[in-house]
């Protein structure tokens, strides 16, 4: 009896909605079962008393088909939308609304619309700007890693190569003004094509003043994380510098080496 209940509630939904529907839908249905069920435990047999079991037969047939109504008559069609259905990307599984981000369009036209040349490059997925540098086989002083700064009201870009990190002293000095580490939470509406982690060096498409560190500029060439924390992009510094125009200077100091470096 209790079959087409809990495999309407619990089996169809995980491979019918994406999570962000499943939580609410999925425990507003397994709730309202609930509260069936216990009505069913103390008046069922009152019915069965007073009117026999035909009745009772009678009354589950019709609440089920009444479920049935209400179901496909509320329910969606949602195969056309973006944010429905199951998609396979990369070998995994994903549904639609948690498909994994891609590489920034406003990116790549900014390099092609530039002349500059450059190199995408796929990666296990990493996220620290070391391990990321270990997948993609580059050595750390030609890693670029992102470290957003906040100066007053103002965010900051500043960029160094993924075995050194930022000295809050240097750049402070260099600016004139305090400067501390920006949080995710103020920071990451600026970046609605990019993964937080992943965001591309350039400040530049994101209205953004970006500061280079010196050892980093040095590099004939340089990686970045392109948007996702599976893509990556290679090009030489000079056509990097070229595009973003960043502001160089001694902001970093170097960390324990790492292998390759």
């Known amino acids: 009896m209790n079959a087409g209940p809990n495999s309407t509630t619990f089996t169809f939904a995980p491979i019918l909605f994406p999570t962000q529907l499943r939580g609410t839908a999925g425990g ?126 103002q965010h900051l870009m500043a960029v160094l190569p993924a075995d050194h990190h930022i000295d809050l002293e240097k750049i402070e000095k260099a600016m004139g003004k305090p400067v501390s580490l920006g949080r995710e939470n103020d920071f990451k509406s600026l970046f609605p094509d990019s993964l937080i982690g992943a965001m591309p060096p ?21 990686v970045f994380e392109a948007g996702t924390h599976t893509d990556a992009i290679k090009m030489s510094y000079s056509d990097y510098e070229k595009v973003v125009k960043p502001k160089v200077g001694d902001f970093a100091i170097k960390l324990h080496p790492m292998k390759g470096a």
């Open 28 to 153: 507003f249905a397994a709730g309202v079962a609930k509260l069936g069920a216990t009505l069913g435990v103390f008046l069922l047999p009152i019915v069965k008393e007073k009117f026999g079991l035909q009745s009772v037969l009678g009354i589950v047939s019709a609440v089920s088909l009444l479920g049935l109504i209400i179901t496909f008559a509320l329910r969606r069609d949602d195969t056309d939308s973006p944010s429905f259905g199951i998609v396979e990307v990369g070998g995994k599984w994903y549904s639609s609304a948690e498909t994994p981000m891609e590489i920034p369009k406003q990116l790549v036209d900014c390099l092609d619309q530039n002349n500059a040349q450059y190199e995408i490059l796929h990666h296990a997925e990493a996220v620290t700007a070391q391990r990321i540098a270990e997948a993609e086989h580059v050595k750390g002083r030609h890693q670029a890693k992102v470290v957003m700064l906040k100066c007053g009201d």
């Open 202 to 222: 350039f400040g530049n498409l994101y209205g953004l003043p970006t500061y280079v560190d010196k050892h980093l500029a040095e590099q004939d060439y340089i």
